[in-house]
């Protein structure tokens, strides 16, 4: 099982996810701190003298090189009051084969403390060999599904999301098919994890959700989702796509809850669980989510994901009524955000 390939906008330019990930950035400092005390408690010392790291969908950065540097460095003071010596460490950053790694390693930081690699490929799979990473980490990725369940485009189904492109704001059958195919995702991400990290060793996973009972259209992301595909449906009333185009797309992203992930966890068996966190960004993060902001910052994430459905030619107007939408609708997604969580998970390998 690979997953499908959904890269973020690579290169440097006006869309590209480099200049539009300042909001996950701001969420992955929130759990700076938390992953500081979780290597400071957790952490097995190892005798090896090679330390391995891997983040998982690490798109074209910077974010990852940030994460890459404050792990490390954390690690190192681990290892400093122990009094053991520090080992040399390799990062692998991972993503699917079409991840621009040109422009993630034309700025990889000249002076870094590791050796970095690229492992291309789909973590919904294995990556490495048995027992040879000693940390895992991904931020921001665990939320894409592998595919679209095959329902949502199925006319016969009751799960058929004609008219909408997400579970936001469809019935109980859509949203019970997006979780159902998460629920195979991570069995598969999880199954892959435990025979790559060795015993002892730390994951952690960094990714949006949502508090246990809140509905998804409660969140900013759930009412971002609505607009952008209103946007496409009102193009395909105005026959500049076609509605049937829009019938058969869907986003594959799902927004997990602390209870469904902690019963996946579980359901799998092979890791401990040292921390499932649900610290509230809102009360963190001092972001504008003004509407150019919000439309850059999913055009960043989703242009890959449309132009292979749609095309190209329809994306500079798709997000131009986007982002009136956006502006039309601001008290619902400021109101959407006061719910904005992250879900901060600490896995160790048994």
Not at 26 to 47: C, F
Not at 123 to 129: D, G, N, Q, S, T
Not at 217 to 226: E, H, K, N, R, Y
Request: glycine fraction near 6%; hydrophobic fraction near 35%; proline fraction near 4%.
């Amino acid at each position: 099982m690979g997953g499908e390939s959904y890269p973020m906008n690579g290169g440097d330019g006006t869309y590209s996810y480099t200049k539009n990930s300042s909001y996950q950035r701001e969420a992955t400092n929130v759990a700076k701190t938390m992953i500081e005390e979780t290597i400071e408690d957790k952490l097995h010392i190892s005798t090896s003298s090679t330390f391995r790291i891997a983040d998982l969908g690490c798109s074209v950065g910077p974010n990852t090189f940030i994460c890459m540097q404050n792990i490390i460095k954390s690690i190192e003071r681990r290892y400093t009051s122990k009094g053991i010596q520090i080992p040399e460490f390799q990062v692998f950053f991972n993503d699917h084969v079409s991840n621009d790694f040109n422009s993630l390693f034309a700025n990889l930081p000249p002076v870094r403390n590791y050796y970095a690699a690229a492992v291309p490929g789909s973590f919904h799979a294995r990556l490495f060999p048995e027992s040879s990473l000693d940390f895992v980490h991904s931020s921001y990725a665990l939320q894409w599904l592998s595919k679209v369940p095959e329902e949502l485009v199925d006319k016969k189904s009751n799960a058929w999301n004609k008219g909408r492109v997400h579970y936001t704001s469809a019935p109980c059958e859509v949203a019970n098919a997006y979780a159902v195919q998460y629920g195979k995702d991570m069995e598969v991400f999880l199954n892959a994890r435990a025979k790559e990290i060795v015993s002892g060793g730390l994951m952690v996973l960094i990714l949006p959700s949502l508090p246990d009972g809140v509905d998804h259209s409660q969140i900013t992301a759930g009412v971002m989702f609505d607009l952008l595909g209103s946007s496409l449906m009102d193009m395909a009333k105005e026959e500049i796509i076609n509605e049937d185009k829009v019938d058969s797309f869907n986003f594959p992203v799902y927004t997990v809850s602390p209870r469904e992930m902690a019963e996946l966890i579980e359901r799998n068996n092979s890791f401990i669980v040292e921390k499932l966190e649900l610290p509230n960004l809102a009360s963190k993060i001092e972001l504008q989510l003004d509407p150019r902001t919000c439309a850059m910052h999913l055009r960043a994430g989703m242009e890959g994901v449309i132009v292979k459905h749609f095309g190209s030619d329809i994306i500079d107007e798709l997000f131009q009524r986007f982002t009136q939408k956006v502006k039309e609708n601001s008290n619902q997604i400021n109101s959407g955000y006061k719910n904005a969580t992250q879900l901060f998970v600490v896995l160790k390998r048994k």
